[in-house]
């Protein structure tokens, strides 16, 4: 069992840059290092995205369809998985979410609430 709670969202105007955080709290007989860590973000209307994944040991995929101002990150020591975003653009106004999965089992999965992104001026 893992929870997932993201911060760091808000208002940001364009050009700006924030750093999201999520931070997994796992069962006593799991460890986080078990899990890949991935951000999603969604927009009304429109299917949750895939953004970024990063594995315990480091190993880095990043969706094609996003733009290079990404940059995901963990702190395996804090259970702590980091959303980096630069220049942000209104088209980035998003509900940013969580998202763990097993490495070893890959059908188990958890999501955390999503913190929301707005960028404007």
């Known amino acids: 069992q893992v929870q997932l709670v993201e911060s760091g969202g808000g208002l940001v105007q364009p050009g700006g840059s924030l750093r999201l955080s999520c931070v997994a709290s796992?069962?006593?007989?799991?460890?986080?290092?078990?899990?890949?860590m991935a951000w999603y973000r969604q927009t009304p209307g429109k299917q949750r995205e895939w953004v970024a994944t990063?594995?315990?040991?480091?190993?880095?995929n990043y969706a094609d369809s996003v733009p290079g101002k990404f940059t995901v990150s963990r702190d395996n020591d804090k259970n702590t998985a980091y959303l980096d975003i630069n220049n942000l653009e209104p088209e980035d106004t998003a509900v940013y979410f969580c998202?763990?999965?097993?490495?070893?089992?890959?059908?188990?999965?958890?999501w955390g609430q999503g913190t929301r992104v707005t960028v404007s001026s």
């Open positions: 998202y763990a999965q097993s490495v070893i089992y890959p059908s188990l999965f958890y």
């Open positions: 990063r594995g315990p040991r480091g190993n880095t």
């Open positions: 796992v069962a006593s007989e799991s460890r986080y290092t078990w899990y890949d």
